[in-house]
Nanobody
């Protein structure tokens, strides 16, 4: 069955960097676009970034553009989110999400919590 397991979250100070990872299994990872989606405390879901199946194109929400980078290693079935210059407002649970061809989100990981606090 499809499994998505995020890791790398934690408590960090503003301005620092953090890299999240998502280990995928149960499907042909290299065939699918992948999302990062986040949910801040008490707020709704926010799309953060998406990457094409081959990793050649990436897209970002305006709130993270220029600070976050999404990448993938299809040989390792792993998705990454490099987060630089973290801000208080980046505090959220970050989810790795598999995309369907029509960009619907069909499988979600359990998430990893990132807390940005001084």
């Amino acid at each position: 069955q499809v499994q998505l397991v995020e890791s790398g979250g934690g408590l960090v100070q503003p301005g620092v960097s953090l890299r999240l990872s998502c280990a995928a299994s149960g499907f042909t990872f290299s065939n699918f676009w992948m999302y990062w989606v986040r949910q801040a405390p008490g707020k709704g879901l926010e799309w953060v970034s998406i990457i094409t199946s081959g990793g050649d194109r990436t897209f970002f929400a305006e709130s993270v553009k220029g600070r976050f980078t999404i990448s993938r290693d299809n040989a390792k079935n792993t998705l990454y989110l490099q987060m630089n210059s973290l801000k208080f407002e980046d505090t959220a649970v970050y989810f790795c999400v598999k995309s369907l061809p029509d960009f619907a989100m069909d499988y979600w990981g359990k998430g990893t919590l990132v807390t940005v606090s001084s």
